[in-house]
C-alpha cells in the first residue's frame, strides 16, 4: 500500500518557491498599474477634446489646488512680477497667480483648444487685463523678460528648455511641478501630500543654475 509522503520532495518545493514569486510579481505589477491608471482616469484630470488635435508635447493633466497654491508661495510672487506659465493649458496656474498676488501673467500653449479655454478662464475670475494667453511653442518663447516661470512639464521638455533658462535674467525664479531639471541643482524643494497617500513636489530655480558636476562614467575594468 502507498504511504502518504510526510514531507514535499525538493523539487516541488523549488516549484512552489518559483510559482509563488513570479505570481507575487504578476500580482504586484497589476496593482501599480490599476494605482497609476486610477491617477489619471480622473474625469477632472482628462483631456476631454473630441475630434483630430494638433501634435502636442505633454498629456493636458491639471495641476492640484494644493500644488498651486505652493508653487505660487515658493516663488514668493508679487503684484510687481510678470509670470510665465509654460504649457499653460486651462490656465489655472497663471490665474491662479494673477488672482491671489495681483502679478501679471502670460500663459504660453500650443494646443488652441486650451488657449481658448485659458483665455475663457482668464475672463471668467475677473483676470483678464493681467493674463493674456498665447498660442505659441514654448522651445520658441524669449523668457528673458519674465521674473518668475512656472511650469508643469515632462522631464525631457525642461532638458531642452534649459538652454532657455541659461538665458534668463540673473534672479528669475523657475518653480515646476514634480520634475527637476535635468543636472541641475534645485534652489528649494518642497513635498506636497494631496492625499495621504499621494505625494508631489514643487521645485525651485533660481538663476543663474546650479549646474551639478558631471557624474563619472562607468568604464570596464581592463
Not at 516541488?12 to 505570481?23: F, S
Not at 510672487?77 to 502670460?106: E, F, N, T, W
Not at 516661470?149 to 538652454?163: E, N, S, T
Not at 540673473?170 to 501630500?193: L, Q
Amino acid at each position: 500500500m502507498d504511504t502518504i509522503p510526510t514531507s514535499t520532495p525538493s523539487v516541488y518545493r523549488h516549484r512552489t518557491r518559483w510559482t509563488v514569486l513570479v505570481g507575487t510579481m504578476i500580482l504586484g505589477a497589476a496593482v501599480y498599474g490599476t494605482v497609476k491608471l486610477y491617477d489619471y482616469a480622473d474625469p477632472e484630470n482628462m483631456d476631454p477634446t473630441p475630434g483630430k488635435r494638433p501634435k502636442i508635447n505633454a498629456p493636458f493633466i491639471t495641476t492640484p489646488d494644493q500644488i498651486i497654491n505652493k508653487m505660487i508661495e515658493v516663488a514668493e510672487i508679487s503684484d510687481k512680477h510678470l509670470v510665465y506659465d509654460l504649457g499653460c493649458g486651462d490656465g489655472r496656474i497663471v490665474i491662479s497667480a494673477a488672482v491671489q498676488r495681483g502679478c501679471r501673467g502670460v500663459g504660453f500653449d500650443i494646443d488652441p483648444v486650451r488657449v481658448a479655454e485659458a483665455q475663457a478662464n482668464a475672463i471668467a475670475h475677473g483676470v483678464e487685463h493681467l493674463v493674456t494667453i498665447q498660442e505659441q511653442d514654448i522651445f520658441n518663447v524669449d523668457l528673458s523678460q519674465a521674473d518668475v516661470l512656472v511650469m508643469y512639464l515632462l522631464p525631457w521638455m525642461l532638458r531642452d528648455l534649459k538652454p532657455s533658462f541659461d538665458r534668463c535674467r540673473p534672479g528669475t525664479r523657475i518653480v515646476s511641478h514634480d520634475f527637476e531639471i535635468e543636472n541641475v541643482e534645485a534652489n528649494e524643494t518642497v513635498e506636497v501630500f494631496v492625499t495621504p497617500t499621494l505625494r508631489h513636489y514643487v521645485r525651485l530655480y533660481i538663476t543663474p543654475l546650479k549646474e551639478l558636476p558631471e557624474k563619472p562614467k562607468w568604464k570596464p575594468r581592463t
